[in-house]
Structures are given as structure tokens and as C-alpha cells.
């Protein structure tokens, strides 16, 4: 028995910030302290406070670490593990109360407003031990589904849920089963589509690191309901340490018989094998991701017919997002009415965000759908940090909008993200202030896109790429009226007439900046200036006289040697020299350098 | 995996090492003395006592933890049980048998082992 546990996240965040060494020290601490016997140290999934970490929490005293550094470690051990002094230097100080006295990290804002559904392992359980899995109750909604369900009760529990697809569509995964289970074939597919390639998004990888089994267990459930015995999970090989726990997730399951032949004793059989992509985003498409399993090129194909009549192989397939799958054995277990009960009536349920851009608590969030942008950004997030106030935020990715800072107040659900001109998406939420040009983010966002074009279809491969290069002039200034007219006109032309949905979607990021910001697209083509201060093409750097002091201090420091001028006597920079790389600007201490 | 009573025997048989994730706001809570001079006196094998036997009776509502030096170094190993609502209990000069015997008697059954508190251990004390 261990009397103590100490959690260290071992997700893709904290693994960059040197998590690994971290442990490394713990375990070499540990030994050489003799509490080896007495203290645990278990690598997890993402807690979600990704900016905090590298992320370590001691349990039983709950005490929560953040941006422990390996030389911070003999001070743990010998502190906290073996005297019980808990180093409140190194506590997330928002749960510190006073010198003795911690909160629990639930009471904090961050997770207070947080519901953990999809997420309910990660940060909890050592994804590495099929035995933590099950302590969570893991496995127990397949045993259930397998010894006391048909699988017409498993779909019309789907279908009660509500569960719609966490991919981003949002189309009703229940549905999706009762239309595979209907068609009749020798062999049926249920995979799993962790191809997660929007900018910015990484709840599914998360997932993968965090709770790798409950996919698992849930793809069983899959096959189960629709009459599958083959699934595939299909992953990007940039996501080493996602397939490397899947893999060994897999090997458990299979030596525990859960999945293989004859689970449960039930007569049903069921494998799972990893499929890698090389990372192209199309692959992400339902299509695109089947051809690429079968090893052909990843294309997308015309739709109908759908997977689910003609999928993987020519069969009948269901296909579903990995935070889909997450959800499914809770709902098995707590019933489609629990699950009904959280979220709002056309959204039940809660969904995951990877909080990023400009926001003091990047990381991972769960919340019940309904909960407004202004609590995920405000409260959750911590908001915009340095000063700078919300300009918008980008849902969906490069396939979505942005919300704008007077629609902050809008609950996020499926139906009110399209009816403002975003979308769901996957999951990731970048919040922009106001630094960042609306015109130099939908550009972003387009370069994006030509690069991951397919080809196949000519709407998106020649329209991205012409709605690229009209962002461009834009951009340097030598755009004209008419050249907006024509990106919206484009815009529609190709939305209506691509293939697939990496196409169809492309758009998005250029049709709801100009809904909300064509003002900024007209400063840029008729006043040539950039609101924002973001387009180098557009700006100039100026030393404002009566604020500079002559200390030469931006003089000294501009890289090309642009600024000019006597001690205490103001400075003038010269504009044709001037590379804009903002370093005078950093470097004044009386703001005298501003961009214009 | 053949059966579901297979299935709830590594459940359980796992849940013991998971619970302490789950107790951090437990109501009560077994504090041991983990200063120097706890430590010297023997508190390590009384706290690793508490955890066992804390585990064995599947108490799910207690934490065992650690705290420093509470001043009284020559009762050590100290060993406070804190519940709420209830006055604070300090047991001193512990042993690994004697927390057996305050898990089952005070944690279980509600009966504080007066002989061990302090007050029957006081200089002086009869």
C-alpha cells in the first residue's frame, strides 16, 4: 500500500517542459530518501492547466504543483514526502488560502465552472494500467452492453442521449449507428478518427494520453450496436505519445480479453488495430481518412453513398471523433437522461476546448454546453492577459468563424456557433486581442488551407489558393474595393461547389472576418493602414518628440541601425532603413515609440 | 474477461490504490508528526501502519497524511486524529501495533483509545 501517490502529467505540454526528467529525479529522489515502498509516482494524462505546467499533484494532501522544475524535486521529496511540509512556494498560489491553509484545485477558478465528462480520467489515472481504468469503473459499460443489452437498446440509448458528433458537424451519433446497423454485409467497420489537425486544437490527443481505454471500450460498444468485429483507430503520427499509450492500451484490453474473441462470454468479437497518417489534414475527413486506411492516397470521394452504407473497404462503417467516443461508456453507464440533463435541449452534454492565443490559462477545458464565451474566456481562462482587451474569438479552426466581443455573451452550443457564422468544430478556441489584424488571421488561416488542399477538386485547390493571394494585396496595402467584392464572391463559388468538407469550409475564416470586420478590410484597402498594427506592409514605427527623452536606449538596440539622434535630444527613425521588427518599441520606457 | 464478476474482482482489488486520489477533502483526517524528531522516534512505520490498515477497512471518508513538529518532541511519534465537530485527538508515543489498534477501535467503532492520548501519558500523569 502507498501512502502517498504523486500525479505528474505526462501529456504532450508537460512532456515538452520536461516532465520526463521530472519523474527521472522523483523516482532517483524517492529511492535515495528509502520511500519507494511508500510513495507512487504515476505519469498522467493533461490536467488541462497546460500554461502552468509542468504540472505535479500529491495526493492524499491534494497539494497541486505547477512549473515544477527538475531542480525543484530533492525539495519536494524531502519536504513534503517525507516530512509532510507542503512547499507552498511551488502550490498554484490561486489555491493557496494563507500559509497553512490550501483550497481544493475544484474550487479554483479554472475548474470550478469545468464539468469532466470526455475528460473524467485524464489527470486521474495512470493511462499506462488497464487496472486504474477499471477501478474508474472502466469496461463496466461494455459488460453491461454485452450481458444485458441488444444492440437495438444500445442504439436507441444513443439516439435518447442526444450525443451529437464532437468532430465538429455535430451530426447525432446514435443516428449514425441505427443507419449502419441496418445495412447488411459480412463485415462492418466501427473506427475512430483521431486525425486531429485544426491549428491549435489537441483534446483528442489528450484524450488518447489521458484515457486511452475509454475509446477503446467505446469503439467495442460501437461494434457491438452496429454488428462490427474489425475497428480501426486512425491517428496522426505526430502524436507519438497518444499511439504509443493506445498501443499499449490495446495489448492490455486484448490480454484481459476485452477485446478480442468471445468478450464477456457473450459470443462477440471484437479487435482494434492503430492505422498512422502522414498528417495531412484532408485525411480528417471522413472519406479521405477510409481511402487512406485502405493504403490508397487520401482523397476524398463523392458522398453518397455514405460510410455507412458503403465505408471502409466498400463496407458498411461507422466512423466517430474521438471525444465522441470518450462520452459513450458515461451515457451507457448513467443512462441517456443523465446525460440529457447536462448541456442545453438541441446540444446535451459538455464539450471540450483547447484554449489558446491570447488567453493567461492555455490549456484544456470541459464545460456543459450552453456556458456562455464570456465564462470560458473570463473566468475559466483567465482572460486576456497584459493588458490588452477581447477582441474575438476563432471557433473551428481553419473550417470555422470568429465570434466578435459583442456577441461574447452567446451560449456555445451547435446551432447558435452556425447561426453567428462559426461553427463547433473540433474544439479549438483561439482568443485574439486587439493586436491581431481580422484580414492577417483569415490569411493565416488560408495559408492553412492551400497548403493542405488535396488537389482533387478545383474549386479548393485553385479558389483557396486565388482567395490567398487577394488576402495578400490586401494585406501589403495595394488591395482595392472591388477586390473584396470579388473574395466574398469567391468565397461563396467555392463553399457551393468543393468536394469535401475541407473545401466547403475553407471559406469560413474570410466570410465571417468580413461579416465583423469589413471596416478593417476597408482601412487596409482605402486608408492603406492596418487598425490592428499588425501588417508590416502597412505600418510604420514613429518616435513621438515630445515623450522621448534622448536615451538612446532604441538607438543602441535597433538591430539596422534606423534610429538616429543626439543624447537628450528626441530620436527620429529613419522608415526606408526601418525592418519593423518592433524591438525600439519594447525597448522604450516612456512609450515614446508608437506604431502608426 | 468472462464474466462481469471477473471484472468487478480487479475493481476492486484496484480501487485501494486509486481512492487516495479521491480523499483530499476527507472529514477525517490521521495526522502523523514527520518532523526530524518524529521521524528519529519512529513515525515512518506507525504512518505506513495507518495506511494499511486506513486501506484494509476500506475506510473511504479518512485521510492519513503527514505534518511537522508539533512542540512536544519527547512524546513523538505524535499522531493527531481530526474530526469535525469533534474535539482533536493527540495519541503519543505510537507504535506500528498501536495504530492497528486506533484505526479499529477510534476510526471504526467511535472509541477513542484514552490510553494512548496524552493525557493519560503526561508527566506525572496516573
Redesign the interface.
Known amino acids: ?5 504523486v ?1 505528474v502529467c505526462g501529456g504532450t505540454g508537460c512532456t515538452s517542459s520536461n516532465s520526463e526528467q521530472i519523474i527521472e529525479k522523483l523516482n532517483e529522489e524517492i529511492k535515495a530518501q528509502g520511500l519507494d515502498k ?1 510513495v ?1 509516482v504515476i505519469r498522467t494524462g493533461c490536467f488541462g492547466l497546460c500554461a502552468l505546467g509542468p504540472i505535479m499533484v500529491v ?4 497539494a497541486f504543483y505547477s512549473r515544477v522544475t527538475p531542480e525543484d524535486v530533492p525539495e519536494i521529496v524531502s519536504e513534503h514526502l ?4 507542503i512547499v507552498t512556494r511551488l502550490l498554484y498560489q490561486e489555491t493557496v488560502v494563507d500559509e497553512n491553509t490550501t483550497k ?1 484545485l475544484n474550487e479554483t477558478k479554472f475548474y470550478a465552472k469545468q464539468m469532466r465528462i470526455a475528460l473524467r480520467n485524464c489527470g ?2 495512470n493511462p499506462e494500467l488497464i ?2 481504468y ?4 472502466g ?2 459499460a461494455l ?1 453491461k452492453v454485452l ?1 444485458e443489452m441488444t444492440p437495438q437498446q444500445v442504439i436507441q440509448t444513443m439516439l435518447d442521449s442526444g450525443l451529437r458528433g464532437r468532430g465538429g458537424a455535430g451530426f447525432p451519433t446514435g443516428l449514425k449507428w441505427k443507419f449502419a446497423a441496418a445495412n447488411q454485409a459480412d463485415q462492418k467497420y466501427a473506427c475512430c478518427n483521431a486525425d486531429e489537425g485544426d491549428p491549435g486544437a489537441f483534446m483528442d490527443r489528450s484524450v488518447l494520453e489521458g484515457d486511452p481505454h475509454s475509446v477503446l471500450e467505446a469503439m467495442a460498444i460501437a461494434g457491438y450496436a452496429i454488428g462490427a468485429s474489425q475497428g480501426y483507430i486512425y491517428i496522426r503520427a505526430e502524436y507519438p505519445i497518444a499511439v504509443k499509450r493506445l498501443q499499449i492500451a490495446i495489448n492490455q484490453a486484448r490480454e ?3 477485446l478480442g474473441k468471445n ?3 457473450s459470443g462477440f468479437d471484437f479487435d482494434i488495430d492503430i492505422r498512422l497518417g502522414a498528417g495531412a489534414f484532408v485525411c480528417g475527413e471522413e472519406t479521405a481518412l477510409m481511402t487512406s486506411i485502405e493504403g490508397k492516397r487520401g482523397e476524398p470521394r463523392v458522398r453518397p453513398p455514405f460510410p455507412a452504407l458503403k465505408g471502409l473497404f466498400g463496407k458498411p462503417t461507422v466512423l466517430n471523433n474521438v471525444e465522441t467516443y470518450a462520452n459513450i461508456p458515461q451515457i451507457i453507464l448513467k443512462g441517456a437522461d443523465w446525460f440529457r440533463s447536462i448541456g442545453t435541449e438541441k446540444s446535451p452534454g459538455t464539450k471540450v476546448f483547447a484554449l489558446g492565443g491570447k488567453i493567461t490559462n492555455t490549456g484544456l477545458v470541459e464545460v456543459p454546453m450552453g456556458t456562455t464565451l464570456r465564462e470560458v474566456v473570463e473566468d475559466i481562462g483567465g482572460g486576456v492577459p497584459d493588458g490588452h482587451t477581447f477582441k474575438a474569438a476563432q471557433t473551428g479552426g481553419p473550417s470555422g468563424g470568429c465570434i466578435p466581443a459583442s456577441l461574447i455573451d452567446t451560449p456555445i452550443d451547435y446551432d447558435n456557433l452556425i447561426a453567428i457564422g462559426s461553427m463547433m468544430g473540433s474544439g479549438g478556441l483561439i482568443v485574439m486581442d486587439e493586436t491581431t489584424c481580422m484580414v492577417d488571421i483569415a490569411k493565416f488561416f488560408l495559408e492553412f488551407t492551400v497548403d493542405e488542399s488535396c488537389g482533387k477538386c478545383t474549386p479548393c485547390r485553385v479558389g483557396t489558393k486565388r482567395l490567398l493571394e487577394i488576402l495578400d494585396k490586401i494585406t501589403k496595402g495595394n488591395g482595392t474595393l472591388e477586390d473584396i467584392d470579388k473574395l466574398e464572391e469567391l468565397c461563396y463559388y467555392i463553399k457551393e461547389n468543393s468536394l469535401c468538407g475541407l473545401g466547403q469550409t475553407a471559406p469560413n475564416p474570410v466570410l465571417s472576418t468580413l461579416k465583423y470586420y469589413r471596416d478593417e478590410y476597408e482601412a487596409h484597402v482605402t486608408e492603406h493602414r492596418c487598425p490592428a498594427g499588425a501588417c508590416k506592409a502597412l505600418t510604420n514605427f514613429h518616435i513621438e518628440a515630445d515623450k522621448c527623452k534622448g536615451c538612446t536606449l532604441c538607438a543602441r538596440n535597433c538591430p539596422v541601425g534606423a534610429i538616429s539622434g543626439k543624447v537628450k535630444e528626441a530620436h527620429v527613425i529613419d522608415t526606408e532603413k526601418c525592418i519593423k521588427c518592433g524591438v525600439c518599441m519594447e525597448k522604450c520606457k516612456f512609450n515614446a515609440v508608437v506604431k502608426k | 474477461m468472462k464474466s462481469l464478476a471477473e471484472l468487478q474482482a480487479i475493481r476492486d482489488k484496484a480501487r485501494a490504490s486509486v481512492n487516495i486520489r479521491e480523499n483530499a477533502g476527507a472529514e477525517t483526517r490521521v495526522l502523523v508528526g514527520m518532523a526530524t524528531c518524529g521521524i528519529a522516534a519512529g513515525a515512518r512505520p506507525v504512518l505506513n501502519a495507518f495506511v494499511e490498515e486506513v486501506a484494509k477497512r476500506g475506510l473511504k471518508d479518512t485521510m492519513v497524511t503527514q505534518t511537522g513538529c508539533i512542540g512536544i518532541c519527547q512524546y513523538e511519534p505524535v499522531v493527531e486524529v481530526v474530526t469535525p465537530g469533534k474535539e482533536k485527538v493527540t495519541y503519543v508515543k505510537m507504535t506500528a501495533e498501536k495504530a492497528v489498534r486506533v484505526v479499529n477501535d477510534h476510526l471504526v467503532n467511535g472509541n477513542v483509545v484514552t490510553e494512548y492520548t496524552i493525557g493519560a501519558n503526561a508527566i506525572g500523569a496516573k
Open positions: 500500500m502507498f501512502r502517498s501517490n500525479l511508500e507512487n495526493y492524499p494532501e491534494g517525507l516530512k509532510g511540509r481544493s486521474v489515472i487496472d486504474e477499471i477501478a474508474q469503473d469496461y463496466a459488460g450481458t484481459y480479453g476485452l468478450i464477456f462470454d
